[in-house]
């Protein structure tokens, strides 16, 4: 099983990233998923989870109204749009089904 995300970056406070986290090696579509997030310094924080067949999501507080997860099943791969950030969104960010996690992507917000 493979998780792979991507889209990190350096972005401004106010803008936006999207983050990709493609899988393989799992009946994606049967799983849900999870995207955590850890800040230098803490420690890991779960941040949202999309459930496998309908959809529904859930958000830390903090995020809510921010990010939304969401996924393509046809392509294994579930999604992360961050709007708005602030510096306190800068951590390294992990997607996370069952068991196995990717190797996480930086995001920066810094001006």
């Known amino acids: 099983v493979q998780l792979v995300e991507s889209g990190g970056g350096l972005v401004q406070p106010g803008g936006s990233l999207r983050l990709s986290c493609r899988t393989s090696?799992?009946?994606?579509?049967?799983?849900?998923m999870s995207w955590f997030r850890q800040a230098p310094g803490k420690k890991r924080e779960w941040v949202a989870t999309?459930?496998?067949?309908?959809?529904?999501?859930n958000y830390v507080d903090s995020v809510k109204g921010r990010f939304t997860i969401s996924r393509d099943n046809a392509k294994n791969t579930v999604y992360l749009q961050m709007n708005t950030l602030t510096p306190e969104d800068t951590a390294v960010y992990y997607c996370?089904?069952?068991?196995?996690w990717g190797q996480g992507t930086q995001v920066t917000v810094a001006s």
């Open positions: 996370f089904t069952v068991q196995y």
């Open positions: 999309i459930s496998a067949s309908d959809g529904i999501t």
């Open positions: 090696g799992l009946f994606f579509s049967r799983f849900p």
